[in-house]
């Protein structure tokens, strides 16, 4: 079994994070497995060096490790241009150039129908605004040099697979619903993927078999399952764990410096104190 912990280097680790760590690590332990570190780096305007070192130290005080490379997706821009590839030579994505002004305006003019618009996991689901424009016009917008992202056709793209489920680890079978995300951002003209490609992508290159994370990334399931089978790439596993919280029962968050593993070393807190605080009990 291999296990993985990926987090964005744009602040330092707080309990949530240790929280999802332990659990990753601990699957992978008892399974005689691996468990490995990767950074979700693609938002290079905010990610920073600084908390790449924060976060590998406050896991190995916690008591972890991980093999070498560590796997960075800024180094991996090829690899999603690669699978972006594969999904446009199945004539499945489109540029969107739709501003979030636009997107908006057209929400609030539809939710004046009798049937408001629907919400997926990401927000309202897109309109479809750009899905129908000419090639000649989307060229012409491209050479231009205005702003776009690439949507997945989600009708389309469910329609080459057909059903599809995923596997907890369990081994409860979930039937996977990838349409309640609509047509799906899969790159953007700045950032060359978007997080549900890219650990999708990355999850097949380092032959993950189990993904432990939040539930609250449970919806994200559906999608992934689908980029999986248009990719070609065999399916993981999933684990998804409870969510660390704090006393108002709110999901801690980077801005939360008092709840940062960082913080709490500091104010005297043994790694054994911050692993009692998560709730996490090692399965041996």
Known sequence: MITRFAPSPTGYLHLGHAYAALVADDLARVNGGSFLLRFEDIDTG???????????????????????????????????????????????????????????????????????????????????????????EREQRIASG????????????????????????????????????????????????SYHLAVVVDDAEQGVTLVSRGEDLRPATHAHRLLQALLDYPPPRYFHHKLITDPDGKKFSKRDQAATLRHLRDSGHTAHDVIRMTGFTPAT
């Open 46 to 136: 905010r990610c920073r060096p600084e908390f790449v070192d924060g976060i590998e130290e406050d896991l190995r005080w916690l008591g972890l490790d991980w093999p070498q490379p560590v796997m960075h997706q800024s180094d991996r821009f090829s690899a999603y241009a690669d699978a972006l590839d594969v999904l446009d030579a199945r004539s499945l994505v489109y540029p969107c150039f739709c501003t979030r002004k636009d997107i908006q305006a057209e929400i609030a003019q539809a939710s004046s129908a009798p049937h408001s618009p629907p919400a997926g996991p990401d927000g309202p689901i897109y309109p479809g605004l750009c899905r129908n424009l000419s090639d000649p």
């Open 146 to 193: 205005e702003t776009y992202a690439l949507r997945l056709k989600m009708d389309d793209a469910i329609r080459q697979v057909g059903e599809l489920t995923w596997t907890s680890h369990d081994g409860q079978t979930t039937t996977a619903a990838p349409h309640i995300f609509g047509d799906l951002v899969v790159a953007r003209k700045d950032v060359p993927t």
